[in-house]
Nanobody, 123 residues
Framework: QVQLVESGGGLVQAGGSLKLSCVAS????????LGWFRQAPGKEHELVAG????????FYSYSAKGRFTISRDNAKSTVYLEMNNLKPDDTAVYSC????????????????WGQGTQVTVSS
C-alpha cells in the first residue's frame, strides 16, 4: 500500500520559515516525480513546487519562486519543501503528490497523494 505522509506544518508569523517533509512508502520512490501542492479554503489545488525523479529538474510557481526550495532524499524516500519569508497568502493545506514521468500542474494527474499538513501564517 502506497502512503505519503506530510509533516512540519504549523502556525508561524509573517516573515517566518517552515520546512515540510513528506515520507513515502510502498513505491519505488526514486522513479517518481514529486510535487508539493497547496489548497486554501475555497480554492483549487495549486502546484507550488515540483522536482523530477532525477532531482535535476525543478518547477516553482510564481508565488513560490525565490522563497521556497524543494529537495528530495531518495535514500530516505522523502521530499522536502523549505519555505522562507512566509506571507499570510501562503496559508493553506500543503500536500505532496507523486507521479511518473514528469510533474504536472494538475492535482488529478498524480498517482498518489498525501493527506496534507496545515500551514497558517499570521500577519
Amino acid at each position: 500500500q502506497v502512503q505519503l505522509v506530510e509533516s512540519g506544518g504549523g502556525l508561524v508569523q509573517a516573515g517566518g520559515s517552515l520546512k515540510l517533509s513528506c515520507v513515502a512508502s510502498g513505491l519505488a520512490f526514486g522513479n517518481y516525480t514529486l510535487g508539493w501542492f497547496r489548497q486554501a479554503p475555497g480554492k483549487e489545488h495549486e502546484l507550488v513546487a515540483g522536482i523530477s525523479w532525477t532531482g535535476a529538474s525543478y518547477f516553482y510557481s510564481y508565488s513560490a519562486k525565490g522563497r521556497f526550495t524543494i529537495s528530495r532524499d531518495n535514500a530516505k524516500s522523502t521530499v522536502y519543501l523549505e519555505m522562507n519569508n512566509l506571507k499570510p497568502d501562503d496559508t493553506a493545506v500543503y500536500s505532496c503528490a507523486a507521479r511518473r514521468p514528469m510533474y504536472s500542474s494538475t492535482w488529478s494527474d498524480y498517482e498518489y497523494w498525501g493527506q496534507g499538513t496545515q500551514v497558517t501564517v499570521s500577519s
